[in-house]
């Protein structure tokens, strides 16, 4: 098991779901405010668009730990 991964399931759960915040919705609003324009939308709109899609990893997530 490499490092990473043990490193991020050694935190609390409240811990994981910041840390995955921090990595995600950055990357989506990003994403999506460079996508936006060639899919026909507003920047700002593909921005909010690409902080919904982030928030879909963070979602199956708490699922999977409520199982």
Same mark, same amino acid.
């Not at 935190?11 to 995955?20: E, G």
């Not at 324009?37 to 879909?56: K, Q, R, T």
């Given at each position: 098991?490499?490092?990473?991964? *043990? ?15 921090l ?41 999977? *730990?409520?199982?």
């Amino acid at each position: 098991m490499s490092l990473l991964p *043990r490193w991020f399931t050694s935190k609390s759960f409240a811990a994981q779901l910041v840390i995955l915040a921090l990595v995600f919705d950055p990357l989506g609003f990003v994403g999506g405010y460079l996508l936006g324009p060639s899919l026909g939308v507003e920047p700002i709109v593909g921005g909010a668009f690409g902080l919904v899609a982030a928030s879909v990893p963070m979602s199956l997530f708490v699922m999977q *730990r409520s199982v």
